[in-house]
């Protein structure tokens, strides 16, 4: 990580497949400015309803207080005092998210997001491809393929759900590869969300 300035606000994005360890990440680098005693503050959309409604917690059980929101917008409200801010499951907050990380950077936070960027058939999922054009920092995680061992940078949706949004872990989902992904086959060409 560079060293930069005092006082200037920059992006940091975390993003990739489920199971590459975004939220294990997030939590490391918030867990180190509070170390720091920079004033910390950590936000999930309210569709996450995994595990725990006041913690972030990744697949390993780790876990950091958040705040539950709703909307984009209240995490300005929220995040007035904070001098670090982090963002997990940043995919269901939608494209208000963009110019809200922006205005936040600008006003000289640090402003950490973790999130998907492909949804699963295989496409980039709004509004993380967006905030990676904006971002100073990117970090690509990724997990080991559950049919061959290769880094898997796909998620693979083992369920029979339809929806872009269908939130479960490896219930429904697992890690893919380039070669073991197969995109599904759409009998229809919905893309209405189930949330
Ligand atoms: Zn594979």
Redesign the pocket.
């Known amino acids: 990580m560079m060293i930069l300035k005092q006082h200037t606000g920059w992006i940091e994005v975390i993003c990739g497949s489920m199971f590459s360890g975004k939220t294990e990440e997030l939590i490391r680098r918030l867990r180190r400015a509070a170390i720091a005693r920079q004033k910390v503050e950590i936000f999930k959309p309210k569709i996450d309803n995994r595990y725990s409604d006041t913690e972030i917690v990744s697949h390993d059980a780790q876990k950091v207080k958040s705040r539950t929101v709703q909307r984009a917008e209240e995490i300005l409200e929220y995040a007035l005092e904070a001098q670090v801010v982090g963002i997990d499951e940043a995919q269901f907050f939608g494209d208000s998210l963009v110019p809200i990380c922006q205005k936040l950077a600008n006003m000289g936070k640090r402003v950490i997001i973790a999130g998907l960027d492909q949804d699963y058939r295989g496409r980039p999922f709004e509004p993380i491809p967006q905030l990676l054009a904006i971002a100073e920092f990117i970090t690509k995680t990724h997990a080991i393929?559950?049919?061959?061992?290769?880094p898997?940078n796909h998620t693979y949706r083992t369920s029979t759900d339809k929806g872009t949004v269908v939130v479960g872990a490896a219930d429904k989902y697992e890690a893919?590869?380039?070669?073991?992904?197969v995109p599904p086959q759409e009998d229809d060409n919905q893309d209405e969300d189930i949330t």
């Open positions: 393929c559950v049919i061959c061992g290769n898997a893919r590869c380039r070669n073991c992904f």
